[in-house]
């Protein structure tokens, strides 16, 4: 496989997972949070954790609902 279909494959999968970013950025966070051995990477998984969390709040409803 070249570059190129692998880019638009990652392109095409981004789009489609678009609606389900704020859980995917609340399980990063949960999940570094839970592995990070030193305290950046702890913080990092509370930022991810966050902003993943005030997205889905803001912007949630108007996702899931028809």
């Not at 880019?7 to 990063?28: F, H, Q």
């Not at 051995?37 to 509370?46: F, I, L, N, P, R």
Request: charged share 10%.
């Amino acid at each position: 496989m070249d570059e190129m279909f692998l880019g638009c494959l990652l392109i095409v999968v981004l789009i489609l997972l678009l609606p389900m970013l704020p859980v995917l950025g609340i399980i990063a966070g949960v999940y570094l949070i839970g592995k990070a051995k030193d305290w950046q990477g702890k913080m990092t998984g509370v930022v991810f954790f966050i902003i993943g969390l005030c997205y889905l709040i803001s912007v949630g409803p108007s996702v899931f609902s028809p």
